[in-house]
């Protein structure tokens, strides 16, 4: 069976016993023995599966799993725990984890629970299709609509991509070869005029479009620490958008209102001498 797998517990003995018996049934596995480590190591990517303690010094397992969920989503959990609390495992539960290893476990146990975990990924793979495919087959009607009605014009590509991008709220690179093959232009033209002009935007925008100002007068009143706890709140990174998409993310340079700094754009409101603690109480009020 194939998959990589990341193997997080304090204790060595517990990732040799799993790599010594998940490597021969075709795995692929680390290990590491810190919470710290595997968020290092999974910053990259690239694991189907992280089995890991509950109970760790430093980051531990609950916090690793809120990590993993915000940050890598499509990753199975399996948590391995001694002494399981209700409350720990009713939260991991709810954070989405496939299943949990009792300490100890046999081999049999192991093997099921990584096969089961595995499989998991892999339908999750097949189900999901990406954002910006799904939201093009939705409204493809509406686009092959709007091409057609500017397509034997003269200079048809800005008013298509203005009306496209109306419909859609962004212009995907699905969408932009569609339009390229439409017009008869190489896509790479099309691609051009998209990143050249600000108004085009290749990324979808959540219901409210938050932009954090990060030019000089902003930074150095913290605006960076204002950034960290978007990210943290939303659990998206920059420049990405939240599952409900009600909220997207973006940094800009300068919003022009350096007097007011830093400064907070959330839709077409300014939010001015935001404090980095209590910027959740401005996303409160943007349902
Ligand atoms: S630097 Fe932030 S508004 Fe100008």
């Not at 680390?30 to 694991?47: H, M, P, Y």
């Not at 070869?177 to 439409?182: H, M, V």
């Not at 219901?207 to 009143?221: D, E, P, S």
Request: glycine content about 6%; hydrophobic content about 40%.
């Amino acid at each position: 069976m194939e998959g990589r797998i990341l193997v997080v517990d304090d204790e060595e003995v517990v990732i040799k016993s799993c790599e010594r018996i998940l490597q021969p049934a075709g795995y692929d596995v680390k290990g590491v023995t810190s919470g710290e480590e595997a968020i290092s190591v999974l910053k990259n990517g690239g694991f189907d599966l992280v089995i890991t303690d509950l109970k760790m010094p430093g980051v531990d397992g609950m916090e690793l799993i809120r990590w993993l969920r915000s940050h890598n989503p499509h990753a199975a959990i399996v948590v391995i725990t001694g002494y399981p609390s209700q409350e720990s495992i009713k939260e991991a539960l709810q954070l989405g984890i496939v299943d949990y290893l009792p300490k100890p476990f046999s081999p049999e146990l192991l093997l099921d629970v990584t096969e089961k975990a595995i499989n998991t990924v892999k339908a999750r793979k097949i189900e999901e299709k990406p954002l910006e495919e799904q939201d093009v087959e939705n409204k493809i009607e509406e686009i092959m609509n709007a091409i057609r009605r500017h397509k034997n014009k003269p200079g048809a590509l800005i008013p298509v991509l203005q009306s496209v991008q109306e419909i859609l709220g962004y212009l995907p690179p699905t969408v932009q070869r569609i339009i390229a093959k439409e017009l008869n232009l190489p896509v790479s033209e099309v691609h051009a005029v998209v990143s050249f002009y600000s108004f085009f935007s290749m990324k979808p925008k959540g219901k409210h479009n938050i932009r954090v100002c990060l030019g000089t007068a902003c930074y150095v009143k913290r605006a960076n620490e204002i950034l960290a706890k978007l990210k943290e709140l939303l659990r998206i990174e920059e420049g990405g958008i939240t599952e409900d998409r009600r909220f997207s993310l973006e940094t800009v340079r300068c919003l022009g209102a350096c007097g007011l700094a830093p400064v907070v754009m959330v839709d077409h409101n300014t939010h001015g001498a935001v404090d980095p603690v209590k910027v959740g109480e401005i996303i409160k009020h943007y349902e």
